[in-house]
């Protein structure tokens, strides 16, 4: 390299460095860390399995205060809009009014223009669901996605997808999918099964995801060893954090 271009290099290093601050936001991980199951509240407005779920009075701003009153970790905002009814704005709203709470992007992401665009939008971390990819697709993406400084929540919800998730290079996060895509059931069961069998020395972060319906549901999990859940239906439609 010529002497000036390293010069530039330098100096274009300094710079970069507080551009990377600038869109740099809260972890996912850290959040989930902490002592005790914690929660990650969805805003979730509609579902195929469930049709419409928000009320025609749904309050994005109240919903997002309610998580934070009852101290969830983390939003998890879905932005596919056909079917969930969910928006790109809705993620930068939340990311915008609650600084300090990560947010994960909760999308069907299978084009790498999906997450450089969570990157801008404001998300601390994007969604790969393992059965919508392929191996090369899922290891791309996921490499995409940490080199854009994301964290990856990978989903499960069985156990060839775990073997699958497990070849991932610096796989950090895993969510459990209670909820069978092809039937729309949810079983808890799902995660007592599939909890054993991941690796305890690979420092992976575990999640259980959807059918949590009540506060023994949440003692159940607990139980089991999760690190925390991300909830949708019940958060949007009943009093389960019990609103102070
Ligand atoms: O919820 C659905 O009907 C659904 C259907 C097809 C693909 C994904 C779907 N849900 C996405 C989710 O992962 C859930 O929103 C999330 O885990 C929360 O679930 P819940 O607490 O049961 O609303």
Redesign the pocket.
Known sequence: MSNILHKIKLEREKQLSEEKKILSKPSLIKALKKDGIQIIG?I?RA????GTIAKDTFDIEKQLDYYVKNNIAAF?I?TENH??KGQNEDLTFAGKLHPEIPVLR?D?IFDPFQVAQAKFIGASAVLLIVKMLSDIELINLHKLALDLELEVLV?IHNEEDLERALRIPEIKLLGI???N?DT?E?SLSVTENLFPKIPAGKDITIIS????HTQEDLKFLESIGVDGV???????KTSLLNPK
Request: no cysteine.
């Open positions: 969805e979730k579902s195929p399995s469930k998890s879905l079917f969930f909760k069907f989903e999918n209670n909820r895509l729309f949810t995801e959807s059918g949590v991300l909830i949708g239906e019940s958060l949007m």
